[in-house]
Nanobody, 126 residues
């Protein structure tokens, strides 16, 4: 499956952005989809993940819980990340990732995802 992330940009602190990740390929609904971010000089960090069909699990990192929402539209093969109340520390390149065979306990681990999008830059000014 191929993933294409979009929706990044420059926003002031307190603002909102919605990221999209469009997937091509069959059986998208069965894939666990995740969002990760990476700021310069840091390791890739888990942001949010949503499980595939039949396993209703959603996970958020503590740093974004209550501000970000992950959801998917299987009819459009797309997963979204709604980001509200953005902070300067949310500035990073955001990547979407997908995998068909993840178990719920590994949704937060980047190395367990087989497919990655190219990333979209999010910059939050203070």
């Amino acid at each position: 499956v191929q993933l294409q992330a979009s929706g990044g940009g420059l926003v002031q602190a307190g603002g909102s952005l919605r990221l999209s990740c469009a997937a091509s390929g069959p059986a998208f609904s069965r894939y666990t989809m995740g969002w990760f971010r990476q700021a310069p000089g840091t390791e890739r960090e888990f942001v949010a993940a949503i499980s595939g069909l039949g396993r209703s699990a959603i996970r958020y990192s503590d740093s974004v819980k209550g501000r970000f929402t992950i959801f998917r539209d299987n009819a459009k093969n797309t997963v979204f990340l709604q980001m509200n109340s953005l902070k300067p520390e949310d500035t990073a390149v955001y990547h979407c990732a997908g995998d068909r065979n993840l178990i719920v306990g590994t949704m937060t681990i980047p190395n367990h995802y087989d497919y990655w999008g190219q990333g979209t830059q999010v910059t939050v000014s203070s």
